[in-house]
């Protein structure tokens, strides 16, 4: 049986597949190879340089002295499930069952892939705003679902209610929203949040809400959107430790949802990591039940590094969006005479001495145009990176 013209659908789809014909590697994967390669500064990928608190890290030497190595149960160890159901009552009044509403996964990243192939179906439409993570894609191709959009655009980059309207039909099985947004940084406002819960009973879609930097927003409050009004019981909410805590190589990543949701899903994730980083979950419990000043003091110190590089890029020349949340901000690059961001991207080593990423790696081919000379920079890193790269791309304006 030939299935290689099946594969290559759901690959070309997903955007998986290079002029050639064969795999290509992600954008991130591209551009850090990049950064080795040269030497240069990496602000694409978003991964912090500096290690997350003392006590995370010290309860994961402990569990793995203890002697925690082996294979967890299929939900995740109870003490995480049970930080993780903490977290969100703590934090947002949200009240979860730890033993029924609760799946520890391997990253977000794998929590939105069983997701995605649990609930779609050949055909099924998925809603996501444009420009979005690129993984959302692939997932979806590979479910052989059928991605439909809705466009964030510059300056503030909130979506266009009535756009979204016009997108949202009885055709749409899942919405999937990533809020704060990566690349953008933009954090969306309660109306928006509304307005999805509004149309998922419209048209009986399933709400995935991707929080993975709920805790680091700028003097914005995050709305968790199963918080809402109807929401929850049509929602799954995904979030990981890594931002929280710069473990992302821990790759601990969990979801909420109800029982009957959350079963569907749990169906599909045995049979791709199954389990995952079992001396890691008790230490990632670990962070989730750290003091309240924690989780004030990254936000903040992430936001004294995104003035810091803001600053530099608006010197350097180029005009800046002002980054509500996340590790990202978006930077043009038409005020200094570069109108195509992916090809200044792959200059960049060399004028700068800093890797970025091009916006356009984030948008269908269709939408590449509207956002061509956008770049998105990432600024989880040290404050002395930071300056020495700001100080870097001032030689663009030269």
Known sequence: MDISGGWERTARGAMLLGDDGGLKPTIFAEMSALATETGAINLGQGFPDEDGPPEVLE???????????????????????????????????????????????AGATEALA????????????????????????AIIALARGVHRTAGLRAPDFQPDHDELRRVVTDRTRLI?????????????????????????????????????????????EHIPLATLAGARERTVTISSGGKTFNTTGWKVGWLTAPNGLLQTILAVKQFLTYVNAAPFQPAIAVGLGLPDEYFHHIARELELKRDVLSSGLRTAGFGVSESQGSY??????????????????????????????PVSAFVTDEHKGDYASLVRFAFCKRVDVLERASAQLARLGR
């Open 176 to 220: 999937l929203i990533n809020n704060p947004h990566n690349p953008t940084g933009s954090v969306l406002r309660r109306e928006t949040l509304e307005l999805v819960v509004e149309l998922a009973h419209q048209h009986d879609a399933i709400i995935v809400t991707d929080e993975v930097y709920e805790h680091l927003t700028f003097g914005i």
């Open 328 to 357: 990202f901000v978006i930077a043009d690059a038409a005020p200094l005479g570069f109108p195509d961001a992916a090809a200044l991207c792959r200059q960049l080593p060399q004028l700068a001495g800093v890797v970025a990423v």
């Open 59 to 105: 309860a994961a030497r402990r569990a793995i002295s203890e002697g925690h190595n082996q294979y967890p149960p299929g939900l995740g160890v109870p003490v995480l499930r049970e930080a993780i159901a903490d977290h969100q009552e703590r934090f947002y009044g949200l009240k979860t069952d730890p033993d029924r509403e609760v799946l520890v996964t």
């Open 114 to 137: 069983a997701t995605i192939l649990a609930l779609v179906d050949d055909g099924d439409e998925v809603v996501t705003f444009e420009p979005f993570y690129d993984s959302y894609a």
